[in-house]
């Protein structure tokens, strides 16, 4: 027969039991939290990574398609043959590696040029004296490219002549009260007149010059 203190005895293991059981459950589930939480941080870091990978990899893809896009262009505006434009292509890649510009930037100036009515080697001819403009004047190559051929086709300035052009803009732009984008816009202006007359883009650019000492740009 059983004694109250043997009954007792049970009770008081039955509670240890049932409370070591609540414990290892309740372990289970810090564990099983502490196991969530931290695949959770692990899919977190995944996606960041995967954001910084993303990102630059669409703005190269982005840039492919332009300069492809533009060399297109080129081609059909030029009518280059595929040797001239593999010359081309090759001139965009290299110009890309050792400016301050893109090659999707420099083939921007190349199709300017073809848009100007350059054939394939006049652009390569042109190119490298167009990116210094932009350069000396810190303005897009289109920008330098348009001014360029505006004032070389009424001066019947040869392509591989442009620094005449860039010659002039900065002397100009560097001793007077103007600038570079200044100058070339006014040149757009009075290049064909001038040019009509007999007179160099050289004694243009110093007349221009003292009208812009005198307010007149």
């Known amino acids: ?49 995967l954001r910084g990978i993303s990102a630059p990899l669409t703005s190269t893809f982005s840039a492919f398609s332009n300069y492809d896009y533009t ?28 400016t301050f510009f893109t090659t999707a930037q420099v083939a ?4 300017f040029l073809a848009m100007a009515g350059f054939n394939p080697e006049q652009i390569q001819n042109a190119l490298p004296n167009v990116l210094n403009l932009a350069l000396a004047g810190d303005m897009g190559v289109a ?30 732009a560097n001793s007077s009260n103007t600038n570079v984008h200044q100058m070339g816009e006014a040149f757009k202006y009075v290049a064909p007149v001038a040019a009509s007359t007999s007179q160099s883009i050289e004694e243009l650019g110093a007349a221009m010059a003292i009208l812009a000492n005198n307010g007149l740009r």
């Open 1 to 49: 027969m059983s004694t109250g203190g043997d009954v007792n005895v049970r009770i008081i293991g039955v509670e240890r039991g049932v409370i070591n059981m609540i414990n290892r459950i309740n372990g289970g589930f810090h564990g099983l939290r502490r196991t969530v939480m931290d695949f959770a941080v692990s899919v977190a870091a995944v996606r960041t990574a």
């Open 71 to 98: 060399m297109s262009r080129v081609q059909a505006i030029t009518g280059a043959t595929a040797d001239q434009m593999i010359r081309l292509r090759e001139q965009a890649k290299m110009l890309g590696r050792t």
């Open 143 to 172: 920008e330098a490219a348009d001014i360029a051929t505006n004032i070389s086709t009424p001066f019947k300035i040869a392509a591989e002549d442009l620094n005449r052009v860039n010659d002039v803009l900065a002397k100009a």
């Open 108 to 111: 921007e100036a190349q199709q």
